[in-house]
């Protein structure tokens, strides 16, 4: 657990250098990957990054689509 919880927010961190380079998924929202079978979705709104979600990508697609939107 404990590698988990540092991995999402040493991605969270890394998005203050290398906010707006990750790949734009449902419509409007960018996509962190990270070595857990985890996502980080998130917005760039102003000059603020927004975090919607932390989601499982086992999960089935629409319904992360649902969860999103």
Not at 2 to 10: G, H, L, N, Q, R
């Amino acid at each position: 657990g404990d590698d988990f919880i540092e991995s999402v927010f040493a991605d969270i961190d890394s998005l203050l250098v290398h906010r707006g380079v990750h790949q734009t998924v449902y419509g409007k929202y960018r996509k962190v990957t990270s070595r857990f079978p985890f996502s980080i979705f998130y917005l760039i709104e102003d000059a603020r990054i927004r975090i919607y979600a932390v989601l499982d990508n086992r999960r089935d697609p629409l319904w992360t689509s649902e969860r999103l939107n």
